[in-house]
């Protein structure tokens, strides 16, 4: 193939996939009745005519979409950080140390592997909704049942992740175990050997799960639809709920979804290398 | 001092793993076996009655009394076949292309991701928007026909909607595949290309020669993952259609969520989804004895 030809198929196809979303951050800015007459030509994807944040403005005094945001934050940040402290525990148990029970373990580990949240998101209401909880009420402790409508159901589910056990455990293996070994002849409890020597050694590792374990979490969409109906806990994919009925108002609906889109978008221009490195990584498992 | 060590190294095995251990019993091990088991019951979210076993009745009734099941199977097969194929394959072509020695290669694999990082809802909501009647794709096609082209709600046209739904799924997800391929492309050592082309092969004989076997391993990879993710098609529906119209984009997880959550019948919901997993399970079985060799 000529280059020629080359650089023409990727431009061709780069506008494929660039179209809607410019569309979309173009389209916020304008108000309801140009977004429909600009469509029929180039207009559609230019930012002229009544340029403006009323969309935004619009979306702000519509839904809480700042508590929407602040929410998707709290869980998505707690669902990576405490994930890789217990995945990488984990992991580290797994390959570098020998002890009975970590066959079990690991084959515990690998058959959660295969299965897809979609396969237990049913019964896993049923359960959620009989499990003990205990909460302040009127400055009391109480013990009562039953987990809708909290943090902890959007959260604590998601922490554990087989598939980051292995990716730590895969990545642990490759540390040469004499230092181990010299560390334990000084005197360094296995503890210690992982949080100041496998921990240090292993940051690309972290930001890979940090990265495959971060977009799920903030796109979580099925889970908390079914188990939040709280406004006040609810993640920002969730809140869009509000849009999905009123199909008129498309300035402010494209208005919320830029400014959910546009967090993760800039995340990952930032970290490209990172993101690309990282999903190349999960296609080892095959 | 030896089996101290040992007993040690033991305690702190299990210590180490514990929580990871617990919470994967807790929140997918008990909720696979929960599953299995309240799909021979009758219960519900919120019952007057007491729960009880009722054998095989979920799965006859599926079977035999619920149309909108065995079309929501059909559909999802159907959406499948024609997604794994279509999404491996343009997925390669995209990896060929951005691994070429060019300068820009990486800016264009930056922008054939992007689609990727974007939330399904988003995608979804989004491209509900440029499907409608007096939306972009039809007024791009107004266009291109000279006028020729009066819009069509592809969305509310049974025998269009599960095409749209399929295109919009490609789109996002295809350069995630991109990289996958990408990686086992840049497994294949340069020494065989330059091998081949001294022996005189072309490009399309390099690519059949030497690119393609070395990517079996890949290959059975991105197929199986694509087929999985495939058979989970939820979110798209929830958004964009709602299973309509008559049923014609209703799949198997979203029959399940239906009944099983929205309707309350966690017992019915659980046996759709105990279907859905028996599927997945075919599939990695299939992957297993495709790559039993290399085990």
């Not at chain 2, 959550?261 to 997945?280: D, E, K, N, P």
Request: net charge positive.
């Amino acid at each position: 193939m000529s280059r020629r030809w080359i650089y023409l198929a990727m431009t061709g196809l780069a506008v494929f996939f660039l179209f809607p979303l410019v569309f979309m951050f173009v389209s916020s800015l304008k108000p309801d009745g140009q977004i429909l007459s600009d469509v029929g030509g180039w207009r559609a994807f230019l930012p002229v005519g009544d340029i403006s944040f009323r969309n935004y403005a619009g979306v702000f005094e519509r839904v809480p979409v700042g508590r929407f945001l602040l929410n998707s934050l709290l869980v998505t940040t707690v669902i990576v950080g405490a994930g890789l402290v217990i995945n990488s525990m984990a992991g580290f148990a797994i390959s570098r140390m020998r002890w009975t029970g970590r066959r079990v373990v690991l084959s515990v580990v690998i058959a959660t592997l295969i299965v897809p949240f979609e396969t237990i998101a049913v019964p896993m209401v049923y359960w959620v909704s009989q499990l003990p909880t205990l909460l302040f009420q009127n400055g009391r402790l109480v013990y009562d049942f039953g987990w809708l409508d909290t943090y902890e159901v959007q959260i604590i589910p998601f922490i554990a992740n087989g598939f980051s056990v292995f990716l730590f455990a895969q990545y642990f293996s490759t540390i040469p175990a004499a230092i181990d070994e010299a560390a334990r002849i000084d005197g360094a409890g296995w503890f210690t050997i992982y949080r100041k020597i496998a921990v240090p050694l292993s940051g690309p590792a972290f930001a890979t799960v940090a990265i495959l374990t971060f977009l799920p979490a903030w796109n979580q969409y099925l889970w908390p639809s079914m188990v939040v109906q709280d406004e006040n806990l609810r993640p920002v994919m969730v809140g869009m709920q509000y849009f999905f009925q009123d199909t008129t108002a498309w300035g402010e609906i494209m208005a919320y979804t830029s400014m959910i889109t546009l967090p993760v978008l800039v995340v990952f221009l930032a970290f490209q290398r990172a993101f690309v490195s990282s999903v190349a990584a999960s296609g080892v498992k095959g | 001092m030896i089996r101290a060590d040992l007993r040690s190294e033991r305690r702190a095995g299990w210590a180490m793993t514990a929580p990871a251990v617990l919470l994967l019993l807790a929140f997918l091990i008990v909720p696979v076996i929960l599953g299995f088991v309240l799909s021979f019951t009758n219960a519900r979210l919120i019952s007057p009655e007491p729960t009880s076993f009722t054998g095989f009745d979920n799965f006859v009734r599926a079977f035999t009394a619920d149309p909108t099941f065995f079309r929501s199977l059909l559909n999802t097969f159907a959406f499948a076949a024609v997604v794994v194929p279509v999404q491996a394959g343009f997925g390669l072509v995209l990896a060929i292309l951005v691994n070429q020695k060019i300068r820009g290669a990486v800016a264009f694999r930056v922008i054939f991701f992007i689609p990727v990082v974007t939330s399904i809802v988003v995608v979804s909501i989004l491209w509900k928007f440029l499907y409608q009647p007096d939306g972009l794709i039809n007024s791009f096609i107004d266009t291109i026909s000279f006028g020729a082209w009066h819009g069509m709600a592809w969305l509310n046209d049974p025998g269009t909607a599960l095409t749209a739904i399929i295109v919009l799924s490609v789109w996002q997800a295809v350069g995630f595949h991109m990289l996958i391929w990408l990686s086992g492309l840049q497994t294949i050592p340069e020494e065989l290309y330059e091998a081949a082309r001294i022996d005189g092969a072309g490009s399309w004989r390099q690519f059949r020669d030497v690119t393609w076997p070395c990517l079996r391993p890949t290959r059975v990879f991105v197929l199986i993952t694509i087929t999985i993710a495939a058979l989970g098609l939820f979110v798209q529906i929830d958004v964009m259609t709602q299973g309509g119209p008559v049923d014609s984009t209703s799949t198997l997880v979203y029959h399940a969520v239906r009944m099983g959550y929205r309707q309350q019948q966690i017992g019915y919901g659980s046996a759709l989804s105990l279907v859905f997993f028996v599927l997945v399970l075919i599939v990695a079985l299939v992957q297993r004895y495709l790559t039993r060799d290399e085990a």
